[in-house]
């Protein structure tokens, strides 16, 4: 083996390069959602059946003033 003959050279140093490692943490953030309830009424109608009764008397004359009608007999 022989030696090179060159002498040594210093280092040349590139610009570092980045490279990112990304790292996600929960942070809370408080959403409030706010709810209305609204009792809403409504009237329905509803039928309610009521009577009224009324009584009245006849008096029926069956005296003799009626006539009997007479009816013929059939023979066969």
Same mark, same amino acid.
């Given at each position: 083996? !022989?030696?090179?003959?060159?002498?040594?050279?210093?280092?040349? &140093? @590139?610009?570092?390069?980045?490279? &990112?490692? @990304?790292?996600?943490?929960?942070?809370?953030?408080? +959403?409030? %959602?706010?709810?209305?309830?609204? =009792?809403?009424? %409504?009237? +329905?109608?509803?039928? $309610?059946?009521?009577?009224? &009764?009324?009584?009245?008397?006849?008096?029926? =004359?069956?005296?003799?003033? %009626?006539?009997?009608?007479? &009816?013929? $007999?059939? !023979?066969?």
């Amino acid at each position: 083996m !022989t030696r090179c003959p060159c002498p040594r050279c210093s280092p040349i &140093y @590139d610009p570092p390069r980045k490279i &990112y490692r @990304d790292f996600y943490h929960p942070q809370e953030v408080p +959403v409030i %959602h706010t709810i209305q309830i609204i =009792n809403r009424h %409504h009237c +329905v109608p509803v039928y $309610k059946h009521s009577y009224c &009764y009324v009584t009245k008397d006849e008096f029926v =004359n069956r005296g003799c003033c %009626h006539h009997k009608k007479q &009816y013929a $007999k059939k !023979t066969l």
